[in-house]
């Protein structure tokens, strides 16, 4: 009985969706094209449907894909505020106001073979088991020539990417948009937590120092700790823009010196949501105010366009603290825009 309704269903938007072609651009056509495609606002409600990333079909399976999002639920290395372990469902039930077609003119759907491949499965209680299980399963995902894009969690995520990352690419460069360095050495005597995890990548040799950004960079700090970190930092050749650097400019200029610097160089993206302004998305772990806004966090991103980007993660999205989910809303948008600007991506000229 359900299988035959199934059916139906799936005959009803099939039939829907040819008698429209012929009144579509080719652009919107995308039902005609050999790759996956998101579930369309018209042909099922928002609210509706299975809640996956963007609503694109669920794989469980990597062969074939060119890119997947997958989903970190982990929070156990956070300092203040837990909760973001919560994030990639949440930022995927926003994820569902994204139609296909970006605005840019980015067409992701008829350029990538794309899923949603579900969650790692992490272990709650053990930050290093999870380190190690993180690492394990993106060993996996770039073994299939897939490029990864991450909902998070906290930031201590990125760092078992990164270990994974570096078996096949070698030391990548870091574009890191954050209110915080996070390269500590130790928090509380521990290696692993949220604030330590780009300490541990370029201590790993995981990346190069010369093409590491950070953006938006602008918490307080002990003397002790900043200055620590910062000189470390400084003298390896890590670039630190701070976020009053940023105040009152578009980032376009930024970023194509960024673009300039990185050249073919394989890149990885990791955008910690309160780089931007608490004002934007108040829901996350460790709000700072002063940060940049969703405007230039779009810049950033599109920014991107024409690196060798190899994989990237939107982490500590907090949806406790935010009950409108406008912070898991942007995370989604920011997502989508991460997508849109892979190599291979093909964009048509939105006529305006």
Same mark, same amino acid.
């Given at each position: 009985m359900i299988t035959h309704f199934l059916k139906q269903c799936r005959l009803k938007v099939a039939n829907r969706w040819l008698s429209l072609a012929a009144e579509r651009p080719l652009h919107t056509q995308a039902w005609r094209c050999k790759y996956n495609h998101s579930l369309r606002g018209d042909d099922m409600p928002r609210a509706g449907g299975i809640a996956t990333m963007l609503r694109l079909p669920f794989a469980n399976k990597l062969q074939g894909l060119d890119a997947c999002f997958v989903g970190?639920?982990?929070?156990?290395?956070?300092?203040?505020?837990?909760?973001?372990?919560?994030?990639?469902?949440?930022?995927?039930?926003?994820?569902?106001?994204?139609?296909?077609?970006?605005?840019?003119?980015?067409?992701?759907?008829?350029s990538l073979q794309v899923a949603d491949v579900g969650d790692v499965p992490i272990n709650t209680f053990n930050i290093q088991k999870t380190a190690d299980i993180i690492t394990g399963y993106y060993r996996d995902v770039l073994s299939a020539n897939c490029v990864p894009l991450t909902l998070g969690g906290d930031h201590f995520i990125t760092y078992p990417i990164l270990r994974a990352v570096k078996e096949k690419y070698g030391p990548v460069g870091l574009i890191h948009v954050d209110a915080h360095m996070d390269l500590g050495r130790t928090?509380?005597?521990?290696?692993l937590a949220h604030g330590t995890p780009f300490y541990r990548a370029l201590e790993d040799g995981a990346v190069d120092p010369k093409c590491m950004f950070q953006i938006g960079i602008r918490a307080s700090y002990l003397v002790e700790e900043f200055d620590e970190a910062f000189k470390w930092a400084?003298?390896?050749?890590?670039?630190?823009?701070?976020?009053?650097?940023?105040?009152?400019k578009s980032l376009a200029p930024l970023m194509a010196d960024i673009r300039k610097q990185? /050249?073919?160089?394989?890149?990885?993206?990791?955008?910690?949501?309160? *780089? +931007?302004?608490?004002?934007?998305?108040?829901?996350? /772990?460790?709000?700072?105010?002063?940060?940049?806004?969703?405007?230039? *966090? +779009?810049?950033?991103?599109?920014?991107c366009r024409g690196l060798n980007l190899i994989g990237a993660d939107l982490v500590e999205v907090n949806p406790l603290f935010d009950p409108a989910g406008v912070t898991a809303l942007t995370g989604a948008n920011l997502l989508f825009e991460m997508l849109c600007v892979l190599p291979r991506v093909k964009y048509v000229d939105p006529g305006y």
């Open positions: 970190i639920p982990f929070d156990t290395a956070t300092s203040h505020r837990s909760g973001t372990r919560h994030g990639p469902r949440a930022i995927r039930h926003e994820s569902s106001l994204i139609e296909p077609c970006n605005i840019s003119g980015a067409v992701p759907y008829e928090m509380f005597g521990e290696t400084k003298q390896k050749g890590v670039t630190i823009i701070r976020a009053e650097q940023c105040w009152y990185m /050249g073919n160089k394989p890149v990885y993206l990791s955008f910690d949501i309160d *780089g +931007l302004d608490p004002a934007f998305c108040p829901g996350t /772990g460790t709000p700072e105010i002063g940060g940049l806004t969703s405007a230039q *966090g +779009l810049e950033i991103v599109r920014g």
